[in-house]
């Protein structure tokens, strides 16, 4: 018999992931690294807020350099209004300062390019381990206020 973090392992991701990135080989990389994963692009921040505006997208992988807004900037642009995204940020950059204003930011996680495929999946099982552990806790709190809410139940008492 499996046990339920197996099964997670085996199956593919069907959780949506927003990688953005103004690189087309960037794309080209991650889209082999994570074949068969629910994988949307933007190949800018502007274009991807756009996106987070219209869908439903639990997980971002941005580059942080980009033209226009870059990574850092957009993660906190993100931040402001859609606080649960877990943000993954990537960079080629070897700047010290990049990791820290990345976690500082609320990255959830910070990679280097070039990619590495194990790397990034373990990043993202990660995520979404916790993802589904909120799902878990959220739903056992709605339960509990659901019950708190509900009308005491009275018996009829025999009545002379």
Do not use: C
């Not at 933007?42 to 990574?71: C, F, K, Q, W």
């Not at 959830?108 to 373990?122: A, G, H, Q, S, W």
Request: aromatic content about 6%; hydrophobic content about 40%; cysteine-free.
């Amino acid at each position: 018999m499996k046990i339920k973090s197996e099964q997670f392992e085996m199956q593919t991701p069907t959780t949506p992931i927003l990688f953005v990135d103004d690189e087309p080989m960037a794309h080209v990389i991650i889209r082999n690294h994570l074949k068969g994963w629910n994988l949307k692009s933007a190949y800018s921040a502007e274009e991807a807020l756009t996106i987070l505006s219209r869908e439903y997208i639990p997980i971002v992988v941005t580059d942080v350099n980009m033209p226009g807004m870059d990574g850092i900037t957009f993660l906190q642009e993100i931040r402001k209004t859609r606080g649960m995204i877990q943000v993954v940020v990537v960079t080629a950059s070897d700047r010290i300062d990049d990791l820290v204003s990345a976690f500082e930011a609320g990255a959830t996680d910070f990679l280097l390019k070039p990619l590495d495929k194990k790397l990034i999946e373990e990043a993202l099982r990660n995520i979404m381990a916790k993802l589904s552990r909120w799902k878990g806790t959220m739903k056992a709190l709605y339960q509990k206020r659901k019950a708190e809410n509900a009308p005491e139940k009275v018996f009829p008492l025999d009545e002379d």
